[in-house]
C-alpha cells in the first residue's frame, strides 16, 4: 500500500528561511514499501494543503544567530497544485515578548523535475515583520529569491540551492546538503505506521552583510557577552569587510520522525558550527532543536 508524507528535503531552514519548516512542506512523496528504483523516495505530484507547527529553540538564519536566544513558535500552511506550483504561508510568535505575532511570510514557487533522478524548485519568499517584534536577526532581509536542485544517487541524495537576500542587506548564499533517508520495514502500532530517519550534513558559503545591518539597526554590540550600546565614545564598532563570499556554517542535523498515512511527527537535533564570523557577533558551537507536526490533506 502506498502512504504519502512530507519530510525535509533541506536545512535551511532553511532551515534557514523559513518561519522555518515552511519550505519543508512542499514536496509529497510516496513512501513505505512502495516499489522504487533508488533507496530514496520518488517525487509525486498530488494536489494538497499542509498544514503545520514547529517549536524551534533558537533562530538561525544562515549560519548565524543573533546575542539573545529567542525560543519560538511556527504555524505554516502550503498548498501543492498537480502543476508543481505551490502557495504557503507561515506566521511566527518568538516566545517569552508582546506581540501575537512578529513576524509573517508569504511566497510561492515551482517545482519541477529535469530527469529522474534531478528534480528542483524556485521560489519567492516575501518576509514581514512586526513594528514591536524581538531583533531576530532575520529582520535585515525582507525578501529571498531560492532555486534549489536535488540529485538523487541511490544511497545518498545531495542537494545544493543559491539564495539571493535583499532588503536593508543584499546577500547571496550557496547551501550544499548529503543526506540519507532512511525508513523502517517494521511498524510501531499497526501496519500504517513507521519510523523515518534523514541524517543530513550542510555546508553554508556566502556574504554576510546582514549581520552588520542588524548591529547598526537595533544598536547591538556584543562585548564578552553583554550587550553595549552601540555607537558610544567608549567603544566604537570595528569595521569588518561583510561583503566576502566566505564560508559561513557547517552542521549536522538528525531528524528523527514518526509517520501515518496523512501526518507525521518529528523532532530534529542539528549541531551547528559557524565559521569566519564578522561583526557584532560572536556565534559559537551551538546544539539546534526542532519539534515539528504536519498534517496533509488530498
Not at 532512511?182 to 550534513?201: A, G, R, V
Not at 544598536?219 to 566576502?244: A, D
Amino acid at each position: 500500500m502506498k502512504y504519502y508524507f512530507v519530510f525535509t528535503l533541506i536545512l535551511f531552514s532553511s532551515s534557514n528561511l523559513s518561519a522555518f519548516a515552511i519550505k519543508d512542506l512542499k514536496v509529497i512523496n510516496v513512501s513505505r514499501n512502495t516499489v522504487r528504483d533508488t533507496d530514496t523516495t520518488t517525487v509525486f505530484r498530488k494536489r494538497s494543503i499542509t498544514a503545520g507547527v514547529n517549536y524551534g529553540s533558537d533562530f538561525q538564519f544562515f549560519g548565524r544567530t543573533g546575542p539573545v536566544t529567542y525560543p519560538y513558535l511556527s504555524t505554516d500552511a502550503i498548498y501543492n497544485f498537480k502543476s508543481g506550483f505551490f502557495l504557503y504561508g507561515s506566521a511566527v510568535k518568538v516566545l517569552g515578548y508582546k506581540p501575537l505575532v512578529d513576524e509573517l511570510d508569504i511566497g510561492g514557487g515551482y517545482f519541477f523535475t529535469y530527469l529522474k533522478k534531478i528534480s528542483g524548485s524556485l521560489s519567492y519568499t516575501r518576509f514581514i515583520f512586526n513594528k514591536d517584534a524581538a531583533d531576530v536577526i532575520k529582520s535585515a532581509s525582507r525578501n529571498n529569491i531560492d532555486f534549489k536542485s536535488s540529485f538523487d544517487w541511490k544511497y545518498v541524495k545531495s542537494s545544493v540551492a543559491f539564495d539571493y537576500l535583499f532588503g536593508a542587506a543584499n546577500d547571496y548564499f550557496i547551501t550544499i546538503n548529503t543526506s540519507k533517508y532512511i525508513e523502517t520495514e517494521w511498524s510501531i502500532f499497526d501496519d500504517k505506521d513507521y519510523l523515518t530517519f534523514n541524517p543530513t550534513i550542510s555546508a553554508i558559503l556566502g556574504t554576510q552583510n546582514f549581520v552588520g545591518r542588524y548591529a547598526t539597526n537595533y544598536s547591538l554590540l556584543l562585548n564578552k557577552g553583554v550587550q553595549i550600546p552601540f555607537g558610544t565614545k567608549e567603544i566604537e564598532p570595528p569595521q569588518y569587510n561583510n561583503g566576502r563570499f566566505n564560508a559561513l556554517n557547517y552542521s549536522f542535523k538528525l531528524p528523527i520522525a514518526y509517520n501515518r498515512p496523512h501526518y507525521t511527527f518529528e523532532a530534529s537535533w542539528k549541531y551547528s558550527i559557524p565559521v569566519d564570523v564578522e561583526g557584532a557577533l560572536k556565534n559559537r558551537h551551538e546544539l539546534f532543536f526542532n519539534l515539528t507536526f504536519y498534517y496533509v490533506f488530498f
